[in-house]
């Protein structure tokens, strides 16, 4: 796909958190995964900004009538539970946003003033974000390119999302408030492919700092994206890198399909879209269909909506755009023409509701079986959806799904959505703190990947994924001890990529024990080949490479009790075994044999010492 020719402008909104404690207390900044802290309940309303406007994203959310549960934990205080006011700002999170701006060689601001931004969605107890403006005009480098950097913020994060039930949503606590700096950059992104590079280039950047959390969630990218004759669509909360190009594809193609949809409704004469709704629960009296059936049981009626036009538009286009927004109204799902008869819903029955509704033969319609108040509500929110898809692409927010694709969210907000925190004092930013930053500034990402190849003669490959995963500090370390820098650099990347992907904590092994298995390695206790399986265990079993051994002498004591030096050949069939037989035997069996040794000596020391 030619995505110049299709003027595809992406910008990023990075958002990371910092390695530091919470943004307006002093709480730290962890989560927790085990249940059991107190529960609160509230619920949001939209208000006014200081302009006297109210966000068409609050207003919108305020549609769905939530109430909002509230999970504490250990680390969270009065301040994320709204009963206090935030204490003052972290002064370190102010600071390493300060040095991310430096690095992005940005304006800083002379004064730190922060906002209160209008969220109701529950994702704040307090429905609003707490947000300031650091620096201005920056810019990265990346693959000689350079992608302008707008605006550098320092906000607070939101709580955690568990789960959600009927009317409910249940949020954890822990993660509101951890800082994180945002970063926005310009439109200047051309491909999907540009778009994932450009992000790995930013995480590099931010990893380079030492000071910014690791870990799935820690960094999401909100992906502003838009092609000729479409509009720009935020796709917020992207965690995964690898699927960065792959939301850029899809949403490309999504609105590819709605300009299309609206050159053949325009082809078709279709300026407007009626409102009027008509109650069809008649035609179902003897339904068989289980889902409108058990609606009209509990009292329930079956509204019919009639789109003059749309025949043959809803099935896999505009059929889920229509249903995302009719969610905003409670309901679970919708009925379209184009997809029956199904569900139980009979062919004479479709015929019944066209006749009923007047529906032609490029009629579509909608069907929503429902409390009447519901239901007409959620024709209502269709309604919009339904005449903006004559106009093309409307602007909005959009939730990632693991497929990447994307689903609608809500209306993209805007300016009316923001007001001052009366409760933070400003902060002056003062040129002596600025140089005593300016002075301990990181080495950048570039220039570390070409030191990395030029001390340890690795391919430049591999010195830029070891920035852009963060591992080279690690690298360095280990290279340094022991040598083998290839090696290294094979078992930080791939190794450790092959291990994660079985789901195993290879990140949770401790530095120490890494140590330990180079040193090993170097001492010629085992060959290279055993490093990925005693890698498996150490991080199966959280154990030391020599503990691996050791296990298997744990496990064996009645046999060595019994058979003395007699039990090693048993024993290194098992040791073998565990590292299912990729270790060097010799090697192997020396370490065995050694280890074998020093304990039949203990035991022999103690026999004598009880006599």
Known sequence: MDYRALGLKVG?????????????????????????????????????????????????????????????????????????????????????????ALLLDAKPVSEVDFMRKIVIDGSNTSGFQRSALIALDGHLETNGKRIGVPTILLEEDAARKLGEAEGEVVYRLDRLGIPLVEIATTPDIKTPEEAREVALAFGSLLRATRKVLRGIGTIREDLNVSIEGGARIEIKGVQELRLIATFVEKEVERQRMLLEVAAELKRRAVRSVPAAVQDV??????????????????????????????????????????????????????????????????????????????????????LVAEQRPKAQAAIEEMVPRAEAAIRGVPPETREPRPDGTSVYSRP????????????????????????????????????????????????????????QEGTDELFELIAREFGEPRLVGTVLLYNFGELRRESLDVDGIQ??????????????????????????????????????????????????EARGETAEKGLMGKVMERVRGRADGKLVSEVLHERLAARLRRRKKEKKGKR
């Open 412 to 467: 993209l907000p805007g300016k009316a959505r923001m007001y001052p925190e009366t409760d933070v004092p400003p902060i002056r930013v003062t040129q002596e703190r600025l140089e005593r930053i300016r002075e301990h500034l990181p080495e950048r990402p570039d220039i570390t990947v070409s030191r990395l190849v030029r001390e340890y003669a690795i391919h430049e490959q591999q010195a830029r994924q070891l920035v």
């Open 511 to 560: 530095i120490d024990r890494l140590r330990e298995l180079f040193s090993l390695l170097k001492a010629g206790r085992f060959a290279k080949e055993a490093v990925p399986e005693l890698l498996r265990e150490m991080a199966r079993r959280g154990t030391r490479a020599t503990e691996i051994v050791d296990a298997v002498l744990d496990e064996s004591k009645d046999a060595i």
């Open 12 to 100: 990023l909104e990075i958002h990371q958190q910092l390695a530091t404690h919470k943004l307006f207390c002093e709480d730290a900044s962890t989560l927790v995964d085990a249940p059991g802290g107190l529960r609160f309940r509230r619920r949001l309303r939209p208000t006014q900004s200081e302009l006297g406007e109210v966000d068409a994203a609050a207003i919108e959310e305020a549609k769905r009538r939530l109430t909002f549960v509230y999970e504490t934990t250990p680390n969270v205080c009065l301040v994320e539970a709204d009963e206090e006011p935030p204490h003052p700002p972290n002064p370190e999170a102010l600071d390493i946003a300060l040095e991310i």
């Open 281 to 366: 629960s008649a035609v179902f009296r003897e339904t068989q269909s289980k889902v409108v059936a058990s609606a009209l049981a509990r009292g329930g009626v079956v509204l019919g909506w009639s789109l003059p036009g749309f025949a043959g538009l809803l099935k896999a286009r505009l059929g889920p755009e229509l249903a995302a927004h009719a969610r905003v109204a409670g309901v679970a799902g919708i009925f379209h023409s184009d997809e029956l008869p199904a569900y139980g819903i009979t062919a004479p029955e479709v015929d019944a509701v066209r006749k009923a509704l007047g529906a032609g033969p490029q009629g579509a319609f909608i």
